[in-house]
């Protein structure tokens, strides 16, 4: 099975399960797992921060990053299309008691630092939540956005007295693809959540770094929201291998995306709407997609019309470059047979 649904699919390989299996283990709640302790530290000096937090996902660190910056009856300012806003169930509203303040996305996938300002909530007067944080996401749908517009954000909210956080869930990516370090990308940011359980290929995992303060903070919170794990360096041990053997190879799912996108093009049938890093998206017209969606299948290729007619498609670890070519080939099989 060729599975382009998401990068989320990759399974852990021989080496990893070895890795996982060989993990020195403790009790993490009481801060004894070394494999954890070790991976917050390789994670925070990847990113250029102080300290990290491990969490079982990327939902979990971003809240705890959240309310570790906010309280009850504050506001973060956050894109439209933000998975922090859109994709985490509500959950800074819902339980963290913070509101969301949805900015529209100019076309490069930023949040114009013109609409960021309107949005901000005049200080002391009562009517008005809080505002406290600004939250960006970078890769954000697969794109990269734009260091000098990051750098220019950050210096913007915190002129404002406002933390800054990134979802860089992708932010490997980010850098695989423009040659720029983790930390480097990082830097305009107070708190960074890094998952590990996308293209870097572990099982499970994120880890939030920051400053030591905002660290202990979002401990305090991972542990009310259920996230205190126990022996989880078993988990750690397998995003520390991820750290060490699948950042380099990430440039290999770009280049597999482009290929992908190229291929795709050329079929009467399909749209290319875009690719960036690791993902493209397609459309085809509205009465094909079901039937397509079940064709691929039936040829051993999964794909996941997420957008209506729309598609996004994903390559990751378990994608080579002859699966993206057997993938083309279906799509072309299937809209031969619709001539
Ligand atoms: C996947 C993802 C997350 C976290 O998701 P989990 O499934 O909870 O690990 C956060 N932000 C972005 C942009 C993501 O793609």
Redesign the pocket.
Known sequence: MIDLRSD?VTRPGAAMRAAMAAAEVGDDVMGDDPSVLRLQARTAECAGKEAGLFFP??????LAGIMAHCGRGDEYLVGQL???YK??GGGAAVLGSIQPQPIEHADDGSLPIARLAAAIKPLGDPHYARTRLLAL?NT?HGRVIPQDYIVEAAAFARRHELGVHL?G??VCNAAAATGKSIADLCAPFDTV?I?F??GLGAPVG?VLVGSRALIDGARRWRKVLGGGMRQSGVLAAAALYALENNLQRLAQDHANAERLARGLAEIEGVTVNGQATNMVFVSVAPEHSAPLGAYAAGQGLAINPVYGAAMRLVTHLDVSEADVDRAVGIFKSYFATQA
């Open positions: 989320t996902t990327g939902t979990q660190s971003n933000a998975h922090t994709y985490e996401e954000c979802d869930a992708r959540s998952c359980s996308k994120s």
